[in-house]
């Protein structure tokens, strides 16, 4: 076979969130294991429910990920011409024909299918036959186009996710490819959903269909006029739902987060990508891969069969596993951010690399971090409690002494741990005891990591006058 080419083909009514973009997921994944290429084609022919916000949405999500298209993004509105060029041909060879049927004959001709118990489907008035006299064309009615599906036998596929999948073409109405423009006038209306699609994966020449099943019922129809149309359909991969934590079908208005509120809230993209992948696909049981890793393993024959449920403690679980992997220079310009986020003025000269890699084990995001990094950037407001219960008169003139220490050593972590082993010596305190209290005045709480390993890191200034303000 050629060139793998895969798409993404979202639809910007809604602000993406996870369930919908780990289709793209194993789309641009499938696309790079494969050395082929990645298609993004935005489906905005929705105009009432398709905003300019949610595809800003879509190409951040995009970015963010890192699933970069090789060719797009293509706009569907922007295809209208083709389109309409491509109805015509079909008209032209009798491929697709126009029906008159008004909405009253429709609404009436599906009232006596439901009263006969059948299922409602249009009927062939207007469907051209050889031998067979047409109904005069009523004056003033703006026709739909349909498309001649075939009668008779049935139409498979074998799908990459489900197996084999067929539908008897008796279950397939004459689909409506085209509406009436609003205004009626002009011989060809606006295209409709699943004849756009079609038309754009011929001309986008896309080799692999991986998108959700709930389109499985709209692929049958698609491949009759892609044969229609004189090609063969492309490979097909419906994959499962992602339910959320409450097993509905994750979606806005069940409470799915936009995907940039997980960049917003200091998820790596490799700890996304990875969960995301996870959820559908598997690798034995390997949880923890890097990019580079999954793109080596990913193909389409380890999709999951059944639903995949998000599990944010999951996901964050995954995401801490990615904080302690991920170098400093990379963690550092995010933290950085968060810090912006959080009202934080960092110094030109600030040095974050040494603090991610003294706090990023404990963190399960770069935002986590940045709240331990405050410190570094702002001021501490130790709670009264831990005030009460550390920063007693046992240890008060203790923490006097360590102040005055510690303004004449070399400011580092050795130099600084031999200044608190003086002091305690000095006053026959134990490390338990003197810590702690250090920490509630410097750093604002009770526990951190190593103490002298956080204090190397303040301005010796910012140490001292935190340790004399009590
Ligand atoms: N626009 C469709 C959606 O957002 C996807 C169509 C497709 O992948 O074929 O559900």
């Given at each position: 076979m ?5 798409r993404?083909?979202p639809?910007p ?7 919908n973009?780990?289709?793209a997921?194993y ?18 022919t ?11 949405v ?15 993004p293509?706009?569907q509105?922007?295809r ?7 109805l ?13 049927m ?8 599906r009232e ?20 067979k006299?047409l109904p005069?064309v ?8 349909r498309f ?8 498979a596929w ?14 397939l ?16 209306g606006?295209p ?19 998108r959700g ?11 009759h006029?892609?044969r ?5 359909p492309?490979?097909y991969?419906?994959l ?9 079908k994750?979606?806005k208005?069940h409470?799915?987060k ?14 996304v ?10 690798h034995?049981?390997d ?12 193909n ?13 403690a999951?996901l964050r679980?995954?995401n ?8 400093d220079?990379?963690?550092?310009p ?7 986020r ?18 990023k ?7 986590e971090?940045?709240q331990?990094?405050s ?9 009264g409690e ?7 008169d ?20 050795p ?11 000095g006053?026959g305190?134990k ?7 250090v920490?509630?005045?410097v ?6 990591p ?5 204090l190397?890191?303040?301005a ?6 935190r340790l004399?303000?009590?």
């Amino acid at each position: 076979m050629g060139t793998v080419r895969t798409r993404f083909a979202p639809s910007p009514t809604g602000f993406i969130h996870l369930g919908n973009i780990r289709s793209a997921l194993y789309a641009w994944a499938y696309a790079r294991a494969t050395g082929g290429v990645f298609v993004l084609r935005i489906e905005d022919t929705d105009v009432e429910r398709s905003t300019q916000e949610a595809v800003d949405v879509i190409l951040e999500s995009m970015r963010w990920l890192g699933f970069d298209p090789d060719e797009g993004p293509l706009f569907q509105m922007q295809r209208m011409a083709r389109y309409r060029q491509v109805l015509e041909e079909m008209l032209e060879q009798g491929l697709a024909y126009r029906c008159y049927m008004s909405t009253a004959e429709l609404d009436a001709l599906r009232e006596r299918q439901m009263q006969a118990r059948q299922k409602p489907r249009y009927d062939g008035t207007w469907r051209p036959e050889a031998g067979k006299s047409l109904p005069p064309v009523p004056a003033g009615v703006a026709p739909v186009i349909r498309f001649k599906s075939p009668v008779g036998g049935s139409v498979a596929w074998d799908d990459k996710v489900k197996g084999r999948i067929e539908f008897s073409n008796d279950e397939l109405d004459d689909l409506v490819i085209a509406r009436p423009a609003a205004d009626g006038v002009g011989p060809i209306g606006i295209p409709t959903y699943n004849f756009c699609v079609v038309v754009d994966d011929i001309d986008m020449a896309i080799t692999h269909v991986i998108r959700g099943d709930d389109h499985v019922n709209n692929t049958p129809r698609q491949i009759h006029i892609l044969r229609s149309l004189g090609h063969e359909p492309p490979i097909y991969a419906h994959l499962p739902t992602v339910l959320n934590e409450r097993g509905e079908k994750m979606s806005k208005r069940h409470g799915a987060k936009p995907v940039t509120q997980y960049r917003d809230e200091g998820f790596l993209a490799d700890g996304v990508v990875n969960y995301l992948a996870r959820l559908g696909w598997s690798h034995g049981d390997d949880e923890i891969f890097s990019r580079a890793q999954f793109l080596q393993w990913f193909n389409l024959d380890h999709l999951g069969k059944s639903a995949g449920q998000f599990d944010e403690a999951k996901l964050r679980w995954v995401n801490a596993q990615h904080m302690k992997s991920t170098d400093d220079a990379t963690l550092a310009p995010l933290v950085g951010e968060q810090l912006r986020r959080l009202g934080l003025q960092l110094p030109a000269d600030a040095s974050l690399e040494p603090m991610c890699a003294l706090f990023k084990d404990r963190c399960a995001t770069t935002l986590e971090l940045a709240q331990w990094l405050s410190m570094y950037f702002g001021e501490v407001s130790p709670s009264g409690e831990d005030q009460r219960a550390y920063v007693t008169d046992a240890v008060r003139p203790a923490l006097s002494s360590l102040a005055v220490t510690l303004s004449g050593v070399v400011w580092d972590a050795p130099a600084i741990q031999q200044g608190i082993k003086a002091t305690l010596s000095g006053y026959g305190l134990k490390m338990p005891q003197l810590a702690p209290a250090v920490r509630v005045l410097v750093c604002g709480r009770a526990q951190t990591p190593s103490l002298d390993a956080v204090l190397a890191l303040f301005a010796r200034e910012t140490v001292l006058a935190r340790l004399r303000a009590y």
